[in-house]
């Protein structure tokens, strides 16, 4: 399957869940994730607010800020940038890609990073990521020395993605 044929599908399957059912499963996996190791241990953690084809964020960024310094993406032009969180009211939708935002400062220290939420459209058993296909993350992540997670429904494991060479693959996916 080419890249396009299986964000379609993975779309697809993600319209069938009800809204309900997928923030019970989201729940259930980010609190999987809560009590692991590299979660506890880690103080600095990149993760998304996330969209409604997406495995659900929002309840675990607005939990997790409160004990820990959460970063967000922001798209500037071509590029991926972070920015903490500090709220609900700091949110802005990007308008070009629908996606909220937080309005800040921008975070530079990206060796601090310890722990990276890595969003993605499916994922295959070698931990390879196929994301929405305008390759911010692709150029971001070289930049981190954090560990790459990311916890997705078990629909979005393929055996196998189509990869190119500057594909970055995570340390680990979690699917539930």
């Known amino acids: 399957m ?18 309900a ?24 953690i990149l993760m998304y607010w996330s969209m409604p084809d997406e495995m659900f964020t929002h309840e ?10 959460i970063l967000l993406p922001v798209i500037k032009g071509d590029f991926l940038t972070i920015v903490p969180f500090t709220g ?14 937080p309005q800040g400062t921008t975070y530079t220290d990206l060796q601090a990073i310890e722990l990276a939420m890595v969003p993605g ?4 058993k070698e931990c390879h ?13 070289p930049l981190l020395n954090a560990y790459k997670t990311w916890v997705c429904f078990d629909f979005q494991i393929l055996d196998r993605l189509p ?6 693959p995570m340390d680990e996916v979690i699917a539930g």
């Not at 890249?3 to 809204?19: F, L, T």
């Open 2 to 19: 080419d890249k396009q044929a299986i964000r379609a599908d993975i779309k697809n399957a993600m319209s069938q869940i009800p809204e």
């Open 21 to 44: 059912e997928k923030r019970h499963r989201s729940a259930s996996l980010w609190q999987y994730l809560e009590r692991r190791d590299i979660f506890q241990k880690a103080d600095i």
């Open 60 to 69: 675990a960024v607005l939990r997790w800020c409160e004990s820990k310094t």
């Open 88 to 101: 609900t009211q700091s949110l802005r939708k990007n308008t070009r890609w629908n996606v909220y935002e």
């Open 121 to 124: 459209v499916a994922f295959d």
């Open 129 to 141: 990521r196929l994301g929405r296909g305008k390759g911010y993350y692709d150029s971001f992540l």
């Open 163 to 168: 990869i190119e060479p500057h594909d970055i």
